[in-house]
């Protein structure tokens, strides 16, 4: 059974970089059948995709974020990566990695969620 | 800033049914691309509810039960049990410059 798991710093400070892994397990992130992305829920609120990538390493972002986001991928380790930079308190959320089948438009697995903080 | 929009809460006494609506756009629903549901227990991850409209995944029971018509969808749970307190998120794709993968707003479900 596939399961992805999010991984890294829980605080992060205003203007730095947030970086966050998914690893994914009980599966291939090579295979051609899927994409991967982010998805975002601030505290108390609703959910924000962020972007997804292939294992070709072909991105798409939410226009909304797309100037401070990079999604990339580590076939040989299993992991996709996120980066978003000049974070400010209101990039504060749960940040979940899920899979989304090739030619559905649907997440399906997602992982359990870090939740990352923003602040001095 | 979410593009399917939904109402924050509905309520019901076990055994009744609900309905949770979800109301797009030409550019999505309206567009004919598929809406999707997730249910989003308290502290949990969001979980695939309804794919396609009107699929339930492997698992699901057959209480839940979704449709789509013109610029919008439902969610319908009949005989409402007590686990289904949590939150619901519809979703879908939008062609415009929103964010191609959009969310609504989510409803939560209360089980008086």
């Known amino acids: 059974q596939l399961q992805l798991q999010e991984s890294g710093p829980g605080l992060v400070k205003p203007s730095e970089t947030l970086s966050l892994t998914c690893t994914v397990s009980?599966?291939?992130?090579?295979?051609?059948?899927?994409?991967w992305g982010w998805i975002r829920q601030p505290p108390g609120k609703g959910l924000e995709w962020i972007g997804s990538i292939y294992y070709s390493g072909s991105t798409y972002y939410n226009p909304s974020l797309k100037s401070r986001v990079t999604i990339s991928v580590d076939t040989s380790k299993n992991q996709f990566s996120l980066k978003l930079s000049s974070v400010t308190a209101a990039d504060t959320a749960v940040y979940y990695c899920?899979?989304?089948?090739?030619?559905?438009?649907?997440?399906?697995?997602w992982g359990q969620g870090t939740l990352v903080t923003v602040s001095s | 800033q979410s593009v399917l929009t939904q109402p924050p809460s509905v309520s019901g006494a076990p055994g009744q049914r609900v309905t949770i609506s979800c109301t797009g756009s030409?550019?999505?629903?309206?567009?004919?691309?598929?809406v999707h549901w997730y249910q989003q227990l308290p502290g949990t991850a969001p979980k695939l509810l309804i794919y396609?409209?009107?699929n339930r995944p492997s698992g699901v029971p057959d209480r839940f039960s979704g449709s789509k018509s013109g610029t919008s969808a439902s969610l319908a749970i009949t005989g409402l049990q007590a686990e289904d307190e949590a939150d619901y998120y519809c979703q879908s794709y939008d062609s415009s410059l929103s964010g191609l993968y959009v969310f609504g707003t989510g409803t939560k479900v209360t089980v008086l």
């Open positions: 899920a899979r989304r089948i090739f030619g559905t438009k649907r997440f399906d697995p």
């Open positions: 396609g409209n009107s």
């Open positions: 009980g599966g291939s992130i090579s295979s051609s059948s899927y994409y």
């Open positions: 030409s550019s999505n629903i309206g567009a004919g691309y598929d």
